[in-house]
Every structure is written in C-alpha cells, then in structure tokens.
C-alpha cells in the first residue's frame, strides 16, 4: 500500500507546480516589491503549514489557491487599514496614472495599470478577476471562492468592459 | 524559499499571535486600574460595590469579546464565500445580542454605582435635588444604553441584507 505523503512532500509538489501563479499572485496585491517578498513568503508558509490537513475535500489546486488568496486577502485587509480604501469592479471610474503607481517596479506598462486597478478591488472582486488572469474558467473560480459559476461569470463580464472602457477612455486623452 | 526557512517562519507566525491578545487584556486592566481606584478611595460603600460590579461586568464583556472573536478559528483552506458568510453570521449574532454579553452586564454596576455616589451622605443636597439628580444621570445612562443597542440593531438588519445577498450569489 502506498504511504501517504508526508507534509513536506505535498508542499514542495505545490510550490513547483503554483509556485509561479503564487508569485503573479503577490504581485497583483502588493506593489512594494519588499511587501511583495515578504507577501510569498507569507503565502508559502501558509501554503505548507494547511498541508498538514490537507483532506481531499477539493483539487490540490483548488486549496492551493484558497491559501494563497486568504493570505493575499489578510495582507491587504492590514495595508487597506492604514492607506486608501478598496472599491468595487462597478466603481473604478478611472485608470491610475502610470506616474502614481510606482511604475519603476513593472518595466510593462499596461501590466502595471491592470495590477494597479486589482489592488483597488475588494473582495471577491480581487480574487475573482486574478484567478481569471490565471486562465481559471469561471467554473474552477466559483469552487475557489465559493460563489455560483454564473455570478462569477458576470463578475468577469463586468470587469472586462469596465477596463476596456478605461482603457479606451485613456487612449482618446 | 527553502523548507529550512519556512519551518522557521512558520514558528515565528505562532508567538505572533500571542501578541494580539495583549490589547483586549490591556483594556480590561484599564477598567479594571480606573473603578478599582475608586473602589478603594472612595469611602462610600455602595459606591464601592458600584465599583466592584462594573470591574465584574467588564471582565466578564473582554471574556465575551474573546471567546466571540476566538470562536472563528480560520480553516486555511475555506472559500471566501464560506469564510465571510460565517464572519457576518457572527457579527450579526453578537449585535442582535449587545444586551445581553455587553450593555446588561455594566448595568447593575452603573446603578449602584450611581445611586451610591448621589445618596451619599456627604451629599448635602435635599432629597428632592438628590432624586433629580439620580433620574438625570439616569435618563441620561439610558439614553446613552438606548442608543447604543438601536445602533447595534440597525448594524444587525444591515448584516441580515448582506448575509442575503450573499445567499444569492452562491445558487
């Protein structure tokens, strides 16, 4: 009979195989790349301190990702309580300007506006729009979140024509 | 990050949460430090037994603070939906129940307290002035109480709408 794998075992299959979405992940909630270290490192220990109980009760993947947005989540609850508040995919009226948002940390300039605009979202907002950056379907995102595949979807529908809107709205200024 | 460091991080992250319970029991000492001065200085024994029922009723409230904050141990792996539903659960329940674990408790404190401080017989107010007294700082306790518990009952109903809308989204 097989042994199950140890706690250790699990964990270092995860981080090979979510490791680059994890990182994506710090980035899209902390633009202070020091916080965006010290973020992974936080989502990496949770990440194998939950492996412990890891159950089968969904995907690897699945828990993978509720870990890691959790802890992405508890971060920015922190940052949230002494900076700017959040805001919803309905109130984001405009794109931030590439000057305000530490645009020496992304070298890419689009890249930056859009992981700018996720860090203004709330809950679920923000952890809907990056799993769907993360070519999740809106099925796979309603069992991370927890939410029915058909809210999702129209969660994802809205931030889509919000941000060409912006994006369009940018390009004729 | 290698599987060294992150057995030592992970032990740092538990003391860290020994620290967040220092607040609640500095608060409590506060109270506990401000009406235990009373209750020894002030040569009124009804006001010191005032002093000593608010004291008992603060510990028991931080004691309901926590055991409602620590009540929520966090599954690593929940789902948002499943995390926040349970979060406004909790608040909502410990609103709609602010007379109970935390106005009710400071009452009888408040009163004798009070009481003890107007009818005091260094007091030398006539008993028509003392009894207006009590009923002002009375009305005025209770309209502080009164407040206090319409609030937290609005805060619930709005609870109940998002705990709904919540509902809604997970069919």
């Known amino acids: 009979m097989r042994d199950e794998p140890s706690q250790d075992e699990?964990?270092?299959a995860a981080a090979d195989e979510f490791g680059p979405a994890l990182q994506r992940l710090a980035r899209a909630s902390e633009a202070n790349p020091e916080r965006q270290r010290d973020?992974?490192?936080d989502m990496h220990v949770a990440l194998w301190r939950s492996l412990n109980g890891f159950d089968g009760r969904c995907s690897m993947r699945t828990w993978v990702y509720r870990v890691a947005h959790n802890v992405a989540a508890s971060h920015v609850d922190r940052e949230r309580r002494s900076r700017r508040g959040l805001v919803t995919l309905d109130e984001i009226d405009q794109l931030p300007d590439a000057a305000d948002i530490g645009a020496d940390y992304e070298t890419n300039d689009q890249v930056a506006r859009l992981n700018a605009i996720i860090r203004q979202l709330k809950q679920p907002d923000r952890q809907i729009i990056t799993l769907y950056l993360e070519e999740l379907d809106a099925a796979s995102i309603a069992e991370i979140v927890g939410l029915s595949p058909g809210a999702v979807a129209t969660r994802i529908s809205r931030f889509k024509s919000n941000l060409a809107r912006l994006f369009r709205e940018?390009?004729?200024v | 990050m290698s599987?060294?460091?992150i057995h030592v991080r992970a032990e740092r992250f538990q003391s860290r949460i020994g620290q967040r319970n220092l607040i609640e029991y500095i608060a409590a000492a506060?109270?506990?430090?401000v009406f235990g001065w009373f209750a020894l200085t002030i040569p009124l024994a009804i006001?010191?037994?005032?002093?000593?029922?608010i004291i008992a009723?603060?510990?028991?409230?931080?004691w309901k603070l926590r055991s409602i904050a620590g009540g929520q141990q966090k599954d690593p792996a929940v789902s948002w939906a499943d995390f926040h539903r349970s979060e406004l659960m909790r608040q909502r329940d410990a609103l709609r129940s602010v007379w109970r674990w935390y106005l009710g408790p400071l009452l009888p404190g408040f009163l004798v307290f009070v009481a003890g401080v107007v009818f005091a017989p260094e007091n030398p107010a006539p008993l028509l002035a003392k009894l207006a007294m009590l009923v002002s700082v009375l009305g005025f306790g209770a309209a502080v109480f009164g407040f206090i518990g319409w609030i937290n009952a609005i805060g619930a109903k709005r609870l109940d709408q998002e705990i709904a809308k919540l509902d809604a989204a997970r069919r």
């Open chain 1, 39 to 41: 973020l992974l490192q």
């Open chain 1, 170 to 172: 940018t390009n004729h």
């Open chain 2, 3 to 5: 599987l060294a460091d």
């Open chain 2, 47 to 53: 006001a010191q037994l005032g002093s000593l029922l």
């Open chain 1, 10 to 12: 699990r964990y270092l």
């Open chain 2, 57 to 62: 009723g603060a510990l028991y409230v931080t």
């Open chain 2, 30 to 33: 506060s109270v506990v430090g």
